[in-house]
């Protein structure tokens, strides 16, 4: 020990002050561990909330075009009697289809265009 670490104070016990360092250290090592976990757990619920609305998103899209489909399908097979929207709306649903499926098709190939030039 160097002598800086042998000085006490009067009256004071230099195995007490010695004994009470390890236990110092335990106790710096928990709240630092206490804080790092709190903060993990608050990146883990921030990632948790992110991905539960990426997903709501995700499902609410695919079921809007399940019912542009199904409207679209209704309207293409189906006698004009039975027509329940307009022209104009159904031409609507049918540029909001075709774009849908013309921009996954051309995503598709420029994929693997790019693909290939990388191989």
């Known amino acids: 020990m160097s002598e800086t ?6 009256g004071q016990d230099v195995s007490e002050n010695e004994s009470n360092e390890p236990q110092r250290a335990k106790d710096e090592a928990r709240r630092l561990f206490e804080l790092v976990e709190g903060k993990h757990e608050r990146d883990q619920q921030i990632r948790r ?3 539960l609305g990426i997903l ?5 899209g695919f079921s809007l075009m399940i019912i542009f ?6 309207q293409l097979l189906l006698p004009a009697r039975l027509f329940f929207v307009t022209i104009t709306s159904f031409d609507i649903i049918q540029a909001i ?16 265009f790019f693909g290939k030039l990388n191989d």
Not at 99 to 105: A, D, E, L
Request: proline letters at 0%.
């Open 69 to 74: 489909l199904i409207v679209w399908a209704w």
């Open 49 to 51: 909330q992110i991905h």
């Open 5 to 10: 670490q042998n000085l006490a104070f009067i």
């Open 97 to 112: 289809i075709v774009s849908i499926v013309g921009s996954s098709f051309l995503t598709k190939h420029v994929r693997n």
């Open 56 to 60: 709501i998103g995700f499902w609410v």
